[in-house]
């Protein structure tokens, strides 16, 4: 689902392939038909250039909420929407001169007359080109950009969050098997990191998001706010890693914040206890009952049916 979207090739350099190309395929031609393949080998070159672009953009209507969200923080969905007007607007006129010219040139007189009437075409449609030339360089920013974009998947989405180093990144390692791929995410500096995980014929996308759900809301910039709009919209539940060791955050701080993202996602969160296997049982009962005083589930990280538990929550 990565945006791939094909860049155009500057203005002028659109306008010199184009006529080298007309060049090479009238160049057994003769006479007024000579002229009339220059003009419509020149027209046909610009058209797929220009089409070719606009199609590779998909229409962001179609797009679920979460990578429309992505492509208004990375580029803006109106100018996006601006520039492929400008390109559609630009392409109209070119096939209206088109037209016009090939009618001229039925009824030119001689040669001369027609390569005058190819020359004034060549002329025109060029300096609608040239006005693109601020769109196509924004476009092909955009371009790159947009590519940018995580390869996230239409499946059941299970966010990690939980406080700096309490066992996020390990957690997602041990459900998601494989070494978890890190995807880039434009919206922040730091990378995301993408893993399934299949249990009873059910598969779910687990996405850790280094350095963004590890803290409040209000520490946020507005790129980083966005972000969170945008996951609320993907995520169909939580697992927030609570450390009882306290050997990465106080369990104040840690129930502080898993108090706060209670409150800013609507979905179902379940807490992951981690490094059990260094914890006492009174820490691990301590986590145990905060969870429970906050009306959720837990489950140990040393769990042998921790994947299935994860899984199924995000079925729920
Ligand atoms: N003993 C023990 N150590 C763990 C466990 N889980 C994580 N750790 C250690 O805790 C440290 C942090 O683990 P990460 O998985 O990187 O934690 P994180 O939350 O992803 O960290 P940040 O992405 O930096 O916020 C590492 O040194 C891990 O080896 C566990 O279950 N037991
Ligand atoms: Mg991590």
Known sequence: MCLRIA????????TQQALKKALKNASSKRGIERERTILLTFYKEIHSKLDRAIKSVPRIEALNTFRKELIDVLVGVRELKRILAHFNRSLRIISKLKKEYVHKLACAKDEREARKLTNEFLGRACSV??????????????????KEMPDIKPLPTLL?????NVGKTTLLNRITGSKAKIASYAFTTTRLNLGYATSDAKEVQVIDTPGLLDRKIEEMNKVERK??????????????????????????SQKG????????????????????DIASDKQIALAKEIAEGLGLEWVLNNDSKLKARLVEFCFR
């Open 7 to 14: 860049k155009i090739p500057k203005a002028e350099r659109i």
């Open 129 to 146: 080109i040239k006005r693109l030339e601020k769109s196509i360089e924004l476009f092909n920013g955009y371009a790159v950009k947009l």
């Open 160 to 164: 990690i969050a939980g406080c700096p």
């Open 227 to 252: 972000a969170i709009i945008a996951l609320k919209h993907l995520a169909n539940a939580m697992a927030f890693v609570f450390d009882p060791t306290e050997s990465s955050y106080s369990v104040d």
């Open 257 to 276: 914040l898993l108090t706060h993202i209670k409150k800013a996602f609507d979905i179902p969160i379940i807490m992951v206890i981690s490094k059990v």
